[in-house]
């Protein structure tokens, strides 16, 4: 059986694309091994660190969604971006509870601090908020941005 150019030409395209399909399966499978060593001690051996980072990350993701819902052209991303603060907010409050658990009492001493903090951050947001539902979006943002009249 003599193959043509044009039908060797498919069987090797072919060939190579089977080839790196499984190289690149194998890469992933590689990258998740590493990780899972790497993120298992983390999260399995020291609780505590996953449960600080999770925090970490929630308040940062919860600061920034704030200042995307007060630069939101539309009330509807203005409400979702509300709505994920919300779920955030449960998040946080439920994985400083768990850190809390597994707390020293230098490491409760810093939770304390940040509580404090993030009470404060809460505060001013509330007080945004209330400045958006009375006076509009534009005087909330000012006061966002440290621009406006206190009321």
Same mark, same amino acid.
């Not at 052209?73 to 439920?94: F, H, I, N, P």
């Given at each position: 059986? &003599?193959?043509?150019?044009?039908?060797?030409?498919? =069987?090797?395209?072919?060939?190579?694309?089977v080839?790196?399909?499984? $190289?690149?399966?194998?890469?992933?499978? =590689?990258?998740?091994? !590493? *990780?899972d060593?790497?993120?298992?001690?983390?999260?399995?051996?020291?609780? @505590?660190?996953?449960?600080? +980072? #999770?925090?970490?990350?929630?308040a @940062?993701?919860h #600061?920034?969604?704030q200042?995307? %819902?007060? %630069?939101?052209?539309?009330? $509807?991303v203005r $409400? +979702?971006?509300?709505?994920?603060m #919300? &779920?955030e907010?449960a998040?946080l409050?439920? %994985?400083? @509870? =768990?850190?809390?658990?597994?707390?020293?009492?230098?490491? &409760? @001493?810093?939770?304390?601090?940040? &509580?404090?903090?993030?009470?404060? *951050?809460?505060?001013?947001? %509330?007080?945004v908020? #209330?400045? *958006? !539902?009375?006076?509009g979006?534009?005087?909330?943002?000012?006061?966002? !941005? +440290?621009?406006?009249?206190r009321i």
């Amino acid at each position: 059986m &003599k193959l043509s150019l044009k039908q060797t030409l498919i =069987s090797l395209v072919l060939t190579l694309c089977v080839m790196a399909t499984g $190289a690149t399966g194998w890469a992933l499978h =590689s990258i998740r091994v !590493r *990780n899972d060593e790497v993120a298992g001690p983390t999260g399995k051996q020291l609780p @505590a660190c996953a449960l600080l +980072g #999770r925090i970490e990350a929630t308040a @940062a993701t919860h #600061r920034i969604r704030q200042f995307r %819902s007060m %630069s939101a052209d539309t009330d $509807a991303v203005r $409400a +979702g971006s509300l709505d994920m603060m #919300r &779920k955030e907010e449960a998040q946080l409050r439920e %994985s400083m @509870a =768990s850190y809390e658990a597994l707390a020293t009492a230098e490491e &409760k @001493a810093l939770l304390d601090r940040f &509580k404090a903090a993030w009470a404060t *951050n809460e505060t001013a947001w %509330s007080e945004v908020l #209330r400045l *958006n !539902r009375a006076v509009g979006h534009d005087e909330a943002l000012r006061h966002f !941005r +440290g621009e406006g009249l206190r009321i």
